[in-house]
């Protein structure tokens, strides 16, 4: 311990846990020993953890970090991806096994088996192939979350071609912008896509986008909504080009250190980033990840993630840990208000979801909604609980488990990043007691730890800097195209000691438990306090009038900075009033302190939001500051920020 002030102060204190059940304990893929043997070993350790795989020629060293910051894994193994995500399930008898229940918005259903799904990978491989896509080349993907997108991306894989997925919501500047950057030779697409119970088009942005893009050859358009679209010169339905294709194709084996894809941050800070990903380590550590945090149990659970495929939970937690590791699972479409605010529920009574995992912005959406909503459906086949993206607000942690996991499903809080590429830090379901709010522990052969100003570790009860202090299999192999900007974003900061630094803010609580609490960019100094603003929105939603909270600095004359809250008030609260505002302040006071006592709290009818729901703090430090608003393409909906001006001049 050092004897400056703490880079974090702490504040909340959570004094509620939840233990395993014996029955889950008995029966949960990961055992308690697993930090100690990892510990002890820790390539040991990942290399038994890289058997889960099928490779075509065994490794000849576990790790290479002679060229650090750029590592390697399974030096000298080779491997096909796709090979290990479906065809090695149909060798294995698993053909008639369900990959995919997918669900569309207008209700419509597919159900794609195994031996389906490696019929129509390697359709599309061919067809790929035919366009003289090879290994190396990237081609760049749009598509709404329909089973062509995961098709698409494990038919790159299969040809050691590189993805980059683009959401679907993207405008064309931004598709433009990650198909320029990464040379995309084709781009799939579809002609539109159904957002809210409407088909919206997504053809004619793309070719908006692609006018005199000069990397583009071909591209492949599936027809999605049925609307008329203008096919071009180089476009080619899905339909007719793939469908017709041979069900035979032989997968090659690629070095594990073979690129897989590239796929932009969610650009909650700045401008995305292109992250680059390579094989055996990523589908390692997917796989392996995918395995003991969700308990999954190939042919008995039936799992279910919410994210997009535009984002990195799609990557890892819906395309390749799951399919490498045998799951059934649902995909769906839309929205998860539509056609009604019980969507999700009734999917998950369907199909029997045992496993769900998904993001605090929905959870704070589904406890603004209202409990009666899920208490209609029968939830009983839920076993475990994910979360990721955001710090989950404790309240948030308890509604989830309470009124989603019937009070006994454990609820696993995952702290991982686009960069990191699997889950880091998060409880092991049947080894730890659950903690609302914290994400507690790194994972076995993972090492993290939270230190200060100085890279020294902060003790128990201090906060400070979350790092990386030693390399792990599905670590990023740098930024597409920018070697020094790699360096620079990650590697400088604590370059000394070598650690990762990941940029958010953490503390250990007096157990020594990790608990997440922001950007360190976010974090707020009031009097000579650093204050995270995370504690402060918890302590807010933890008031029972407040469905979401959104907290930032904004500089003051006498403090150095001012804490501002954004809130949205639950249902019958939603006017607000001098009263209401008031008695937020005071409710913040008694839960963590007077220092943390806001010196403002507005009242606002939504929050700005990244397309994968995270709040876009600095757009609302501007508003604070009284500021232009800076760069919004990466915001789900561009025109909350008028929203949120205009309440505000109008006097609320
Ligand atoms: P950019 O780096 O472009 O600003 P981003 O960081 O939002 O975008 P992602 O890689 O999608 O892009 O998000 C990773 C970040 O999400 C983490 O650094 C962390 O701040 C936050 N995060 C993810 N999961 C959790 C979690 N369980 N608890 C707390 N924070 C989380
Ligand atoms: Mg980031």
């Avoid at 050859?217 to 679209?229: L, M, S």
């Avoid at 008694?590 to 990244?610: N, W």
Wanted: hydrophobic letters at 40%.
């Amino acid at each position: 311990m050092t004897e400056q002030s703490p880079a974090l102060d702490n504040l909340l204190t959570e004094n509620r846990t939840f233990p395993p059940t014996d029955e889950f304990a008995a029966q949960a893929n990961a055992k308690a020993d697993w930090y100690d043997k990892a510990d002890a070993d820790r390539e040991a350790f990942w290399a038994e953890q890289a058997e889960r795989l099928h490779w075509d020629t065994k490794w000849s060293q576990v790790l290479d970090w002679s060229g650090a910051p750029f590592a390697k894994w399974f030096v000298g193994g080779k491997l096909n991806v796709a090979y290990n995500c479906v065809d090695r399930h149909v060798e294995s008898g698993h053909g008639e096994q369900v990959a995919i229940h997918w669900v569309g918005e207008p209700g419509d259903t597919r159900d794609i088996t195994y031996a389906q799904l490696k019929d129509e990978v390697s359709k599309a491989a061919n067809a790929l192939a035919s366009l003289g896509v090879t290994s190396g080349d990237r081609v760049a993907i749009q598509l709404p979350m329909i089973p062509e997108a995961i098709v698409a991306m494990l038919a790159c894989a299969r040809l050691g071609a590189m993805h980059s997925v683009v959401f679907g919501g993207f405008s064309p500047a931004a598709l433009r912008s990650r198909v320029d950057d990464a040379e995309a030779k084709v781009v799939i697409t579809s002609d539109g896509q159904y957002r809210r119970g409407k088909a919206a088009p997504m053809k004619t942005n793309v070719d908006e986008a692609l006018d005199g893009a000069a990397s583009v050859e071909k591209v492949i358009v599936v027809r999605r909504t049925g609307e008329e679209v203008p096919m071009g010169e180089r476009d080619v339905w899905w339909h007719e080009f793939v469908d017709g294709q041979s069900t035979e194709h032989t997968p090659e084996a690629f070095d594990s250190e073979h690129p897989l894809f590239i796929l932009y941050t969610s650009g909650t800070t700045g401008k995305p980033k292109g992250i680059l990903h390579t094989s055996g380590g990523y589908l390692t550590q997917v796989a392996y990840t995918h395995h003991v945090v969700f308990d999954h149990k190939p042919g008995e659970d039936v799992y279910w993630c919410t994210a997009d495929i535009g984002w990195v939970t799609g990557h890892s937690y819906i395309v390749y840990g799951p399919l490498a590791n045998r799951a059934t699972q649902v995909v769906y479409e839309g929205t998860p208000n539509t056609p009604h605010e019980g969507r999700h529920w009734e999917i998950i009574q369907n199909h029997k979801v045992s496993i769900y995992y998904t993001a605090p912005t929905l959870i704070r959406t589904f406890m603004k909604w209202g409990e009666d909503i899920p208490a209609k459906y029968d939830l009983s086949s839920l076993r475990v609980l994910g979360s990721v993206g955001e710090p989950i607000n404790p309240e948030a942690w308890m509604w989830y488990r309470e009124h989603i996991g019937a009070g006994k499903a454990p609820v696993v809080d995952t702290w991982w990043q686009t960069e990191t590429g699997s889950i880091m830090i998060s409880p092991l379901p049947g080894v730890t007691s659950t903690k609302p709010g914290s994400a507690q522990r790194p994972l076995p052969g993972i090492s993290a730890k939270v230190v200060d100003d100085t890279a020294t570790e902060v003790g128990k009860g201090g906060g400070g800097y979350l790092v990386l202090d030693k390399p792990w299999p599905s670590m990023l192999r740098g930024i597409w195209g920018d070697d020094e900007r790699f360096r620079e974003t990650y590697w400088s900061r604590f370059a000394d000691q070598g650690f990762y630094f990941a940029g958010d803010g953490a503390k250990y609580d007096n157990d020594g438990d990790i608990w997440l609490l922001g950007r360190v960019d976010d974090v707020m100094n009031v009097s000579g306090h650093r204050i995270s603003t995370t504690e402060v929105e918890s302590a807010l939603v933890s008031h029972p009038t407040v469905a979401e909270a959104a907290v930032v600095g904004a500089s003051d004359p006498t403090t150095g900075q001012g804490i501002v809250a954004f809130v949205i008030l639950r249902g019958a609260a939603a006017e607000g009033g001098d009263e209401a505002v008031q008695e937020l302040r005071n409710h913040v006071a008694k839960e963590i302190g007077p220092i943390a006592k806001p010196r403002q709290i507005m009242v606002v009818p939504e929050l700005p939001k990244t397309r994968s729901g995270k709040i876009m703090r600095r757009l609302l430090r501007d508003v604070a500051e009284n500021r232009q608003i800076g760069d919004v393409t990466t915001l789900a909906d561009s025109s909350v920020m008028e929203l949120i001006s205009s309440g505000l001049k109008s006097g609320k």
